[in-house]
């Protein structure tokens, strides 16, 4: 594939040139979730709103995602706004927030076979997959060995023993059952593997690194079997269709059709596949909106932890109670932070919302608050009420200031009540730098000149959360 199709995420593309092909935007439009890997995997409300490009003000718009796609033989590549050629941006968000070091967005380029790209990005959703599955153990199941020795044990097979051994010379053919980890589905897994350890070395050690987990299932499994030859390979793809449906092992189906994928994509083809078509990925995208979440997460985790504790999504509060205690809705900020010695009190002492979207990266540089972000601001002040937390804030992106940076917005929200403290909404913008393409240096220095930048950013962003901790801590003090 040759063709090349350059989008960015959230980004405006009618009046542009990239999307000539009227039944290309059509296909785009339609794709479905079914048709795509996703990282993170898309639940089902996901699956139901997802979107690669949405019509909104008769203007047609990029969303949240960004990643590659292969549509018939045009390769459509979606970049984060915040990148240029380089995709320095992208590169590091991906490494800071999930530890996913491969280099590839770079390859980008027309006349380049991009498949590549893709099988790396499917090594990443894979590596994950198999590391979830692992946590409820190894996939197992029910195996007949046919055996002809001395050490008998099961059945007696009468037929085979008459055959193998007309003479008496010790041996008896026998035949027994066993649940193990010595299967065809587990022979499937591994040779995907291997195959990809073979092709991309280097980004399969970077991804097993911080997923030890991983390495260990796969050392269990090279200790009982041998990895698929090519023709072998041709008829496991050939025999293990049938799902997985064992309540403790569902997680593995997941790995089973991704595996199956990349062999198919590795050129390990199956004569009259029909599953192939009627389940055919056209490539894999990057929801941005979550990845800028686990940045902020990232960013913060090592910065505040000798005094703060951090919890990322799992705090919930049940609202509208009925009569029997059940609620209809919940709450599930982004990060709540809590001062240590109160961690038990579930009131936290800052909210923060991670948002990528266009509108808060305008709000943040002065413009005026767009109609969109809206729900937002009603959702942050559900968090404060719910919680019962007096501060909260919007952790954005915006690209760097050509003169002077975008400063730290705080904003009052006045309360009713006498007896009440004002709460305090903040906006904390964190600088994107910009590439310096134009420096005639070598692209690794750029990317570690752009390195150095974002984390001075991230520190600015950090002392930023601090100094708001700390005035939290003096009122409080203060009302006592």
């Known amino acids: 594939m040759s063709n090349l199709i350059k989008l960015k995420d959230y980004s405006n593309v009618s009046e542009k040139n990239e999307l000539t092909q009227e039944k290309l935007r059509e296909q785009l439009l339609k794709l479905s979730a079914d048709n795509v890997f996703s990282i993170p995997e898309m639940s089902d409300e996901e699956k139901e709103s997802f979107r690669v490009l949405a019509n909104f003000n008769?203007?047609?718009?990029?969303?949240?995602?960004?990643?590659?796609?292969?549509?018939?033989d045009r390769n459509v590549f979606i970049s984060s706004r915040f990148d240029d050629d380089s995709c320095f941006f992208t590169?590091?968000?991906?490494?800071?927030?999930?530890?996913?070091?491969?280099?590839?967005?770079?390859?980008?380029?027309?006349?380049?076979?991009?498949?590549?790209?893709?099988?790396?990005?499917?090594?990443f959703i894979f590596v994950e997959q198999i590391e979830h599955a692992c946590r409820k153990g190894l996939y197992r199941r029910y195996r007949t060995y046919e055996c002809?020795?001395?050490?008998?044990?099961?059945?007696?097979?009468?037929?085979?023993?008459?055959?193998?051994?007309?003479?008496?010379?010790?041996?008896?053919?026998?035949?027994?059952?066993?649940?193990?980890?010595?299967?065809?589905?587990?022979?499937?897994?591994?040779?995907?593997?291997?195959?990809?350890?073979?092709?991309?070395?280097?980004?399969?050690?970077?991804?097993?690194?911080?997923?030890?987990?991983?390495?260990?299932?796969?050392?269990?499994?090279?200790?009982?079997?041998?990895?698929?030859?090519?023709?072998?390979?041709?008829?496991?793809?050939?025999?293990?269709r049938r799902k997985i449906t064992h309540s403790v092992y569902h997680d593995w189906e997941e790995v089973r059709k991704t595996a199956i994928i990349l062999l198919r994509h590795m050129g390990i083809s199956v004569e009259n596949d029909k599953d192939k078509a009627q389940n055919k990925i056209h490539g894999v995208l990057i929801n941005m909106n979550w990845i800028w979440e686990k940045y902020l997460e990232s960013i913060l985790k090592?910065?505040?932890?000798?005094?703060?504790?951090?919890?990322?999504?799992?705090?919930?509060?049940?609202?509208?109670?009925?009569?029997?205690?059940?609620?209809?809705?919940?709450?599930?900020?982004?990060?709540?932070?809590?001062?240590?010695?109160?961690?038990n009190t579930n009131t936290p002492v800052l909210i923060l919302d991670a948002k990528y979207k266009n509108a808060w990266s305008k709000a943040a540089v002065g413009e005026e608050f767009e109609e969109s972000v809206r729900e937002d601001c009603f959702q942050i002040l559900s968090y404060m009420y719910g919680f019962g937390c007096n501060k909260s804030g919007i952790f954005c992106p915006v690209v760097e200031a050509e003169e002077e940076a975008p400063k730290l917005l705080d904003?009052?929200?006045?309360?009713?009540?006498?007896?009440r403290k004002d709460g305090k909404f903040y906006l904390l913008p964190l600088q994107i730098p910009k590439s310096e393409n134009k420096i005639p240096k070598s692209e690794n220095n750029n990317f570690k000149n752009f390195k150095r930048k974002i984390k001075k950013s991230e520190g600015k962003f950090a002392t930023q959360v601090k100094q708001i901790l700390e005035k939290q801590i003096l009122e409080n003090l203060e009302q006592k």
């Open 58 to 72: 008769g203007k047609l718009w990029t969303q949240n995602y960004t990643g590659i796609l292969q549509i018939e």
């Open 91 to 123: 590169q590091y968000i991906l490494d800071k927030a999930l530890g996913m070091k491969i280099n590839i967005f770079q390859d980008m380029k027309p006349g380049v076979n991009h498949g590549g790209i893709l099988e790396q990005l499917l090594a």
């Open 148 to 240: 002809n020795d001395s050490r008998v044990k099961g059945k007696i097979d009468i037929t085979r023993h008459i055959r193998l051994n007309p003479l008496n010379n010790g041996k008896i053919a026998y035949s027994y059952r066993e649940y193990t980890i010595d299967n065809d589905v587990n022979k499937l897994i591994f040779t995907a593997y291997t195959y990809l350890q073979k092709r991309y070395p280097d980004t399969m050690k970077s991804l097993e690194k911080r997923r030890k987990t991983v390495g260990e299932c796969m050392s269990k499994f090279r200790n009982i079997m041998q990895p698929a030859s090519r023709q072998e390979a041709q008829k496991l793809v050939q025999r293990e």
């Open 302 to 343: 090592d910065k505040l932890k000798e005094e703060y504790c951090l919890k990322a999504q799992h705090e919930k509060k049940i609202f509208f109670l009925n009569g029997e205690g059940q609620g209809k809705r919940t709450l599930k900020p982004d990060l709540c932070i809590f001062k240590k010695e109160n961690v």
């Open 411 to 419: 904003y009052t929200i006045r309360k009713d009540e006498t007896n």
